[in-house]
């Protein structure tokens, strides 16, 4: 920190209990008392050097008794008198940019003018500051701080203000830009060229390119008041929002520690979150950091980390913040909710009534914020878009994140038997259909919901099912459910018959792809004119995929007539209650039903890759088909 040398005399103070004497041989003939400090001195050195002393002392000498003057308003108190009165001696003293402030404004309260005497202490703390305070950063800083002390005398110096933009000036401007002069902050000295300087003498070492974060630390250690000013100075130079939101990071987490105590490893490990500081403040002093902290962050989406927002929104919370606040944090949240976790989502429930384990309608509240800005990013309205176009729609990557994530929420708070369903319901269905291209996750946490809450109603039941969609579950999600009890009867009804239809879709496209293969073998052996050997190939493979796909015909139609069958035991099982009878009728035409599928699947690859074996048959059928002609003719 840099210094400024005044006086040349040797000092000439000493102190005895709450009484300071100056000891320069004559008795002092001047008591001034500055709060609980008296000063024994003399009326010339200080009437020479300041204008109210003046005026004091020749009020006071009116009086018979002896000489006492009371300065209970002197800013920086009986400290800074002290300084003041070794100016007026002439003892050796120094100016620091922690001490400036208070002597500057104890100055002009003492009107320490050019006036009262040559070089005063007003001319020369002002040579100080505007000639080393304010051209290095710490020492900005430092003086900054010290206003804290004389906070309404520096105001109306308007110190604070120079401080402020000083500083806001130095951190706008990139370091690398122009080089040595503005590292000052830290590090080597550098030459012009940008090297390194050792001993007055360029090494030829570049140094490193400093990162815009340089000042995060230095700023933190300022009141949450000089703080704000300071940011907002940063704001109105233009500077990036992204660097800004880092410092209000960098400082929250200073100074709330519950911020801290969820962070990963590798986020523990970085410097812009300081961890252990030794710094505590009472809980009423982190919620209103807190709530400053929502007012300065920039709105702007993925500028400030998401977890950091969860861990505001959390402390917020525990701390009874005001609603503004709480609402704001949501809302920043909703608006970059596809860059949570599931972790994050996880917040306990802190409301007086603990209904839930965990605070779902916040969860709620934030998923509703998300789905406004996503509706007005996405411009047009989702329903007037083809389904194609929008699984295919790039825009649609975050709200399927989320949809993802609202289902692994769903089924981490199902077991929570104090969970009403109408809130569950609720929550499930605000994620649109289209974010969803499997109900996979859903129907875990659907099952999981129903397997915690046994005594709902049936009617309940089929409600609750029917939010998801039996048609985009996958082949394991359908067999699981064609087997699970706790589901309603409809609804595994409409699971077997959708995955019945999947199955006749597909054999339709192998029949499909077979004719397509059939012509185009039939138009190529016409157009290259190949020799009978070629076609007799052909047809013979052609008539190996026919004779398979009539079995295949076959055996779809035998899997139709046993659901037809099962179709009429449903119904007249209809009326029975319980679910030891549904077991026996779903494990009876279930599993038959699946294994005469599996087996007519199996029996037509084998088919198809074994030709020789189906040629063979075929012989046998011509062989037999022979024999008949020849027993007719006869």
Aim: proline share 4%; glycine share 8%.
């Amino acid at each position: 920190m840099a210094c400024m040398k005044l006086g040349s005399k040797t000092d000439a103070f000493k102190r005895q209990g709450q009484a300071w004497f100056c000891t320069t041989g004559l008795p002092s003939d001047i008591v001034v008392e500055v709060g609980e400090m008296s000063f024994h001195l003399h009326k010339f050195p200080l009437l020479s050097r300041s204008g109210v002393m003046e005026r004091l002392i020749a009020e006071a000498s009116e009086v018979e008794e002896g000489c006492v003057i009371k300065l209970s308003d002197v800013p920086g108190g009986a400290k800074t008198f002290e300084l003041v009165a070794k100016f007026c001696y002439g003892v050796k003293l120094e100016l620091t940019a922690a001490n400036v402030v208070q002597l500057r404004c104890a100055a002009e309260h003492l009107e320490m003018t050019e006036e009262n005497g040559e070089g005063n202490l007003i001319s020369q703390t002002d040579i100080f500051l505007n000639q080393v305070v304010l051209r290095n950063w710490k020492d900005s800083l430092k003086a900054l701080q010290s206003c804290e002390d004389v906070l309404p005398y520096a105001e109306e110096l308007q110190f604070p203000k120079k401080f402020i933009d000083c500083l806001a000036a130095k951190a706008c401007t990139d370091p690398n830009l122009f080089g040595w002069p503005v590292l000052e902050h830290g590090g080597p000295m550098r030459s012009p060229g940008g090297s390194v300087l050792w001993n007055g003498i360029s090494t030829g070492a570049q140094p490193k390119n400093s990162s815009s974060d340089w000042w995060y630390e230095d700023a933190s250690t300022l009141s949450l008041p000089l703080y704000k000013r300071l940011i907002s100075a940063m704001e109105s130079r233009g500077l990036k929002q992204e660097i800004i939101a880092g410092s209000l990071n960098f400082y929250a987490r200073k100074y709330i520690p519950g911020l801290n105590r969820r962070q990963g490893s590798t986020e523990s490990s970085n410097r812009l979150a300081p961890v252990g500081s030794g710094i505590s403040l009472s809980e009423e002093d982190q919620k209103l950091l807190i709530e400053e902290i929502d007012h300065l962050l920039p709105m702007q989406k993925g500028l400030v980390p998401t977890k950091f927002l969860f861990g505001l929104l959390r402390t917020a919370k525990i701390l009874r913040a005001n609603p503004s606040c709480i609402s704001n944090l949501e809302k920043r949240i909703g608006v970059q909710l596809d860059q949570a976790t599931l972790e994050d989502l996880l917040m306990p429930n802190f409301s007086y009534s603990m209904e839930t384990l965990y605070d779902v309608d916040c969860v709620q509240r934030i998923l509703d914020h998300f789905l406004v800005m996503d509706q007005v990013v996405g411009g047009a309205s989702p329903g007037s878009v083809d389904d194609a176009q929008l699984m295919g729609s790039p825009s649609l990557t975050p709200i399927t994140m989320v949809a993802k994530l609202i289902d692994g929420y769903l089924a981490e708070v199902a077991p929570d038997v104090n969970l009403k369903l109408p809130k569950f319901q609720s929550l499930a269905a605000a994620v649109p259909e289209y974010a969803r291209p499997l109900d996979d996750g859903l129907y875990r946490a659907i099952d999981i919901y129903l397997k915690s809450h046994p005594w709902l109603a049936e009617s309940d039941r089929e409600q609750l099912c029917r939010l998801m969609d039996c048609q985009k579950l996958s082949l394991e999600a359908c067999t699981h459910a064609a087997q699970n009890e706790r589901l309603p009867l409809r609804i595994i009804v409409q699971v077997l018959f959708f995955e019945q239809l999947q199955l006749r879709t597909s054999i339709a496209g192998c029949l499909l792809v077979s004719d397509n293969l059939d012509g185009s073998r039939q138009l190529r052996s016409g157009l290259m004119g190949q020799n009978d050997g070629v076609w007799a190939t052909a047809a013979r493979e052609n008539q190996v995929l026919k004779v398979g796909m009539d079995n295949m015909r076959m055996r779809v139609s035998e899997l139709e007539k046993e659901c037809s069958t099962m179709r009429q035991e449903i119904e007249k099982l209809g009326r029975v209650k319980g679910s030891s009878t549904w077991g026996n009728v779903s494990k009876k035409f279930g599993f038959r039903l699946k294994s005469q599928m599996c087996s007519a699947q199996e029996g037509s690859v084998s088919k198809q890759n074994n030709p020789s074996v189906q040629s063979e048959k075929s012989k046998n059928q011509h062989k037999g088909k022979h024999k008949k002609n020849i027993s007719s003719d006869e």
